[in-house]
């Protein structure tokens, strides 16, 4: 009885070890840029990689300000479409069902442009490019960057031309454009304002080759 006792007792002080071990790791995980998580940064990212990783903060001390929009045009052998908005229905209907797949498939085009923009995710990259602007990776002209923007336009090719596959059929297309809206909302201190209030800007790339996907399936 004395035995069953200690090791009831030892299982709840490893597993209550270990529980608080990871409370606390996340913790530093997700808190913005800070010494004791600099000097800590192996052993949190190690603890928290690959199968704890979170691409949210807990403080979001940069949230997202602009939002955008993927619009697609086709050149057709006769002709040339009007702009064609592919995910807002898709948006739409995630917003009106979360237990749709369509969260996951808007994924596809949100981080072609995410990485068409050049965006970065090191949240250490605005500390260091305070202090030195002039790095090639500060003004994104690195070839880390450049890659990234590389891959974002072929993925851009490749959802515009299954885009006007979808609109036109398929084979009926010889080329394709894009054009990314990018949409800044209303400040925090005009938010009466509707949500379609704000400046737009638009980002139209060059006609590209007809690229379709290996696999479409309708």
């Not at 606390?24 to 190690?46: D, G, M, R």
């Not at 990783?53 to 697609?72: D, G, M």
């Amino acid at each position: 009885m004395l035995m069953q006792r200690i090791l009831v007792g030892l299982t709840i002080l490893f597993v209550g070890t270990v529980a608080a071990i990871y409370v606390v790791n996340t913790f530093l995980y997700l808190t913005p840029p800070n010494p004791i998580k600099l000097h800590l940064s192996p052993v949190v990212y190690a603890l928290e990689h690959p199968f704890f990783a979170q691409n949210w903060h807990l403080f979001a001390p940069n949230p997202v300000k602009t939002n955008f929009i993927l619009t697609v045009r086709c050149r057709l052998h006769d002709r040339v479409t009007s702009w064609h908005d592919p995910y807002t229905p898709l948006l739409a209907a995630h917003h009106r069902n979360r237990f749709t797949p369509m969260g996951k498939v808007l994924r596809i085009p949100q981080n072609a442009v995410v990485a068409f923009l050049g965006r970065n995710t090191d949240e250490w990259l605005p500390l260091l490019c305070r202090q030195k602007r002039h790095l090639a990776r500060c003004r994104g002209e690195d070839e880390v960057t450049n890659k990234q923007r590389d891959l974002g336009r072929f993925l851009l090719q490749r959802l515009s031309s299954t885009a006007c596959d979808d609109l036109s059929g398929g084979g009926q297309t010889v080329a394709v454009q894009v054009r990314i809206h990018l949409h800044k909302p209303p400040s925090i201190s005009q938010r009466h304002l509707p949500g379609e209030a704000g400046s737009t800007t638009y980002l139209t790339l060059p006609w590209a080759p007809y690229t379709p996907a290996p696999l479409h399936v309708r």
